[in-house]
């Protein structure tokens, strides 16, 4: 059987696990792992700070409490996404407000987001998906003439670039992901990223249980105390070792993440050709970071045939997201405005095809083969 996801093993992990474990003394948070993960980080997506979390859904909670969001404040962002895009505001009392996506990247269309702004917008989520940058430029001009916080989803996009920068790097804040889905893993983790020196202090304090304990550490201060409210959002250093050694390697993941893409996406053609199927499209100006790999199917029904086809034949393949709008919680916490033209349409039609750093090349050629005999499109 073909899974649909291994995480990545590059082979250093365990060496940094046995160093974090038997020389460091130190296997809670802010470890030397950790540090060198944000230096890491900061070097290499030129971002100011880059800070390790226990998972995005985390960075984002970190992004709405920093962003001063109350309840009642209003949040434009897509239907089509993963949950923890919109708890995180919800958790702060926000209503959300759910726009339509572009059929072509399955992105927030940044064209229907000025019309969804009242009086009580305080912030926009561009969520990029699978590592496809949002229209930046657009949404990044929309929130300073509306004076509102951008908060980008990059837990796909790590890796990624838009016009030349760092996706989560070009709004206020940027979440990533470090979850065992994503390109590079730590188990659970993410990060929070931004580029202003005046979020760091309270970021600090909020993620160390609202206590200045960073600045203890750093010989700032001589005694910590608790000062604001804060929570715990640091990953054990253990975590950390495993996501740097990847981190150092990734020029290989990324190697072998992007020649599974572009296999697929060349094999895959005459589907599309043929009008069976349509493609990912990468907009001008993006750097992907082949995060998955995804075919669209003509609709909900030939979809739900050929992942039950692709199944008996051994190969998982999957979809996802039902939109926000539909489900209990959304609902509840959010209103859809404007037209759902693309959102839910879209959505059914979209599968996704094993993607891994481990997937073979033999691997790889079957999932084609199968594609191609399947007969009901
Ligand atoms: C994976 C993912 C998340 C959540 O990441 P965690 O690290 O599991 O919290 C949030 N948003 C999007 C778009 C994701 O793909």
Redesign the pocket.
């Known amino acids: 059987m073909i899974e649909f996801n291994k995480p990545p093993f590059i082979g250093t992990e365990l060496e940094y696990i046995r160093q974090a474990a038997e020389e460091n003394n130190k296997l809670c948070g802010d470890g030397p792992f950790t540090k060198k993960c944000s230096a890491w980080m900061q070097d290499n997506f030129n971002v100011k700070h880059a800070i390790l979390t226990t998972?995005?859904?985390h960075a984002l909670e970190m992004a709405a409490y920093l962003s001063e969001i109350q309840p009642g404040d209003e949040v434009i962002m897509p239907s089509y996404?993963?949950v923890?895009?919109a708890d995180a505001f919800v958790l702060r009392g926000a209503k959300i407000v759910y726009v339509d996506i572009r059929p072509d990247t399955m992105n927030i269309d940044e064209t229907k987001i000025e019309d969804a702004i009242t009086e009580k917008t305080k912030a926009i989520v561009p969520?990029h998906y699978a590592g496809v940058a949002c229209e930046m430029d657009t949404i990044m001009d929309i929130a300073k003439r509306h004076n509102l916080k951008v908060v980008e989803?990059a837990?796909?996009g790590v890796s990624a670039y838009y016009k030349g920068k760092a996706l989560g790097t070009i709004g206020d804040f940027g979440c990533y992901?470090?979850?065992e889905?994503?390109n590079y893993t730590m188990g659970?983790?993410?990060a929070l990223l931004f580029q202003d020196e005046n979020y760091l202090e309270k970021a600090e304090i909020l993620r160390e249980k609202g206590t200045n304990r960073s600045k203890f550490f750093r010989g700032q201060i001589d005694k910590y105390t608790w000062i604001d409210y804060g929570s715990s959002y640091l990953p054990s250093d253990m975590n950390a070792a495993y996501l740097l050694a990847e981190l150092e390697e990734h020029e290989k993941i990324d190697r072998k993440r992007m020649a599974i893409y572009n296999y697929y996406h060349e094999q895959l053609r005459p589907l599309a050709e043929a009008g069976k199927i349509e493609q990912p499209v990468v907009p001008e100006g993006c750097v992907h970071n082949a995060h998955m790999y995804f075919i669209k199917a003509r609709n909900l029904e030939v979809r739900t045939k050929l992942i039950k086809y692709m199944k008996e034949r051994g190969v998982m393949c999957v979809f996802h997201y039902v939109p926000l709008h539909t489900s209990p919680a959304g609902q509840k916490f959010g209103v859809f405005h404007g037209e759902d033209k693309y959102t839910t349409k879209e959505s059914e039609r979209l599968m996704r095809l094993p993607m891994f750093y481990d997937l073979s090349e033999q691997d790889m050629a079957y999932v084609v083969e199968c594609l191609m005999d399947f007969k009901e499109w």
Do not use: I
Request: net charge negative; with cysteine; glycine share 10%.
């Open positions: 998972s995005c859904t996404t993963f923890s895009t969520v989803d837990a796909q992901s470090f979850h889905t994503k659970e983790g993410g």
